[in-house]
Nanobody, 122 residues
Framework: VQLQASGGGLVQAGGSLRLSCAAS??????YGWFRQAPGREREFVAA????????YYSDSTKGRFAISGDNAKNTVYLQMDSLKPEDTAVYYC??????????????????WGQGTQVTVSS
């Protein structure tokens, strides 16, 4: 399984970016986005159940970010609006089938992409 994340870049505060994560191989039951800023733990951003398309968000991204998926392309997207400097981080996509772990936790995922840098300037 390979996950290829793309779409990161430099944007001014208040701007938008759309991240994509293309997965090769079979589909899994959940896809998620996490991020890691320098000196900080990797944290949950958003997730989607591939069977129900129910979405989950962290408190800091709810209302500004939107996760979606394209089943035919086996691709998950993260639309990020109203970006803030504190959103600056490397963003990672992840997937897996560990339904016995919370979808919002890192333990719930088996495979991780390489990460894409998002930088928001003030």
């Amino acid at each position: 399984v390979q996950l290829q994340a793309s779409g990161g870049g430099l944007v001014q505060a208040g701007g938008s970016l759309r991240l994509s994560c293309a997965a090769s191989g079979r589909t899994f039951s959940r896809y998620g986005w996490f991020r890691q800023a320098p000196g900080r733990e990797r944290e949950f951003v958003a997730a989607i159940s591939w069977s129900t398309f129910i979405t989950y968000y962290s408190d800091s991204t709810k209302g500004r970010f939107a996760i979606s998926g394209d089943n035919a392309k086996n691709t998950v997207y993260l639309q990020m609006d109203s970006l803030k400097p504190e959103d600056t981080a490397v963003y990672y996509c992840a997937t897996g089938d560990k339904s016995y772990y919370p979808i919002t936790g890192r333990s719930g995922y088996d495979y991780w992409g390489q990460g894409t840098q998002v930088t928001v300037s003030s």
